[in-house]
């Protein structure tokens, strides 16, 4: 079973910036195809940014595509997502998600993912 753990999300200003982290079991980074979602109360799970790391693919919602930017570091072997411009709107719970598949395919719908994290809240306040 893997296993993804998000850590980084807090309490910022409007106009501030997060960075969040995701790290996984195994060797899943190499493996999957990877995603950020985001979910805030009330609200249906939405697509954020996609990378397939091998591939050097990456894809984002237009919600976040000037400002949010998901990578991998190398070195550490860690997902990323650097938040930038934070607005109000942004406030969610963000999990990160890994295709079960392995290969070229970059998705950006829930049902094309099969593990997630538990999420990390972030809020961004006025």
């Known amino acids: 079973q893997v296993q993804l753990v998000e850590s980084g999300g807090g309490l910022v200003q409007a106009g501030g910036s997060l960075r969040l982290s995701c790290t996984a079991s195994?060797?899943?980074?190499?493996?999957?195809?990877m995603a950020w979602f985001r979910q805030a109360p009330g609200k249906e799970r939405e697509f954020v940014a996609a990378?397939?790391?091998?591939?050097?693919?990456?894809k984002y919602a237009n919600s976040g595509m000037d400002r949010f930017t998901v990578y991998r570091d190398s070195t550490n072997d860690v997902l990323f997502l650097e938040m930038t411009s934070l607005k109000p709107e942004d406030t969610a719970v963000y999990y990160c998600?890994?295709?079960?598949?392995?290969?070229?395919?970059?998705?950006?719908?829930?049902?094309?993912?099969?593990?997630w994290g538990q999420g990390t809240q972030v809020t961004v306040s006025s």
């Open positions: 998600a890994a295709s079960a598949y392995a290969g070229s395919g970059i998705y950006s719908s829930v049902q094309d993912y099969h593990f």
């Open positions: 990378i397939n790391w091998s591939w050097g693919s990456t």
């Open positions: 195994g060797r899943t980074l190499d493996t999957y195809p």
